[in-house]
């Protein structure tokens, strides 16, 4: 076991196989050292995160949903990186979308989900630049979808 699945580990997580694709498009493309993987859904085992902050879901649930859409997005670099997550170089970015009402403004809040469980996942090579943006709706009704662009060895 590598250093980022030992860290993983201590945190009691341990990343499930890459998804796969829900739509006619690849998990991930790699030009030259980096990696930009499709935007992951908040899926825990069976179970879809669905909600929409603002309305029937909380900024805490959102950032859980967002965490899960991190765990998600890991679990594709180590696909592509053959199994080896400790090929990671960097996090460059981030894209957060969060399922919201027109009134909610605390995006960056929900998308602080991933962004915080890279970090204490990661160390430096998690710190990344990052979008948090709104959409009024989301595939299959969930609440967060996040997209990254990563540097590989």
Do not use: W
Request: aromatic fraction near 6%.
């Amino acid at each position: 076991m590598g250093k980022f699945e030992s860290k993983l580990a201590e945190m009691g997580v341990t990343l499930p196989d890459a998804p796969a694709p829900a739509a006619n498009y690849v998990p991930y493309v790699q030009v030259g050292d980096m990696l930009y993987v499709s935007g992951q859904l908040p899926k825990d085992g069976d179970t879809l995160m669905i909600g929409k902050l603002g309305d029937d879901m909380d900024v805490a649930t959102g950032a859980k949903a967002a965490r899960v859409c991190a765990i998600n997005l890991l679990a594709q670099v180590k696909a592509a990186c053959g199994g080896d997550l400790d090929r990671l170089q960097r996090v460059v970015k981030l894209g957060g979308f969060v399922n919201s009402t027109d009134d909610f403004k605390d995006q960056p809040a929900v998308i602080n989900g991933a962004s915080d469980f890279i970090g204490e996942a990661l160390g430096d090579v998690g710190k990344h630049a990052r979008a948090a943006v709104s959409s009024p709706a989301l595939p299959f009704g969930v609440a967060v979808e996040i997209e990254g662009v990563f540097q590989i060895k």
